[in-house]
């Protein structure tokens, strides 16, 4: 298990429905909701490609690797789906995308590029608010993100 599971709720009980009231009309706060929306989605996906993907794994260190990156998207999935409730007032309506493969090595291939282009739209998606609670969430993201991309990378360059 993640050692920091409290990190999900360290901001969201004080925080308020004012953040939306007072910026309903700003087309920056629609961008982030779709931002948090879409990383909801992506989290979700990657829960069920990596639940799928660890049973494929032949060895006890790639099912490891694949399993620490499975806790920290739903660590993802739990911290946008609060943060999304906690500025809308509405649970999030959103899709998984099934993603396919034929073998653990293509698997942790897909998985890998998949992990670097979430790492490059969490931090587009930091640097583009100020407000701390939303880059917070963007940024544990991000860094979880680029550490199974190395973590896979490693797995994959294992001769």
């Known amino acids: 298990m993640y050692a920091n599971t409290h990190y999900a709720n360290y901001y969201y009980p004080v925080y308020d429905h004012s953040f939306i009231r007072q910026n309903r009309y700003n087309s920056s706060i629609d961008n982030i ?3 948090i929306l879409n990383g909801i989605s ?3 996906s990657a829960i069920d490609f990596y639940t799928r993907l660890a049973k494929a794994a032949a060895t006890s260190e790639q099912r490891q ?3 620490h990156a499975l806790e920290d998207e739903k660590i993802h999935l739990r911290t946008f789906t609060q943060l999304y409730q906690t500025l809308t007032g509405k649970k999030p309506v959103y899709q998984t995308k099934i993603t396919r493969f034929r073998n653990f ?3 942790l291939r897909i998985a890998y590029e998949q992990e670097l282009e979430a790492y490059e739209t969490y931090r587009d998606n930091y640097l583009s608010t100020q407000d701390p609670m939303i880059r917070d969430a963007f940024f ?3 860094t979880d993100e680029i550490e199974h991309a190395l973590r896979f990378s490693h797995v994959l360059n294992k001769k």
Request: aromatic letters at 0%; a negative charge.
């Open 65 to 67: 690797a694949i399993e």
């Open 105 to 107: 090595q293509e698997g």
């Open 140 to 142: 544990r993201a991000m």
């Open 33 to 35: 909701l779709k931002a």
């Open 42 to 44: 992506s989290e979700a």
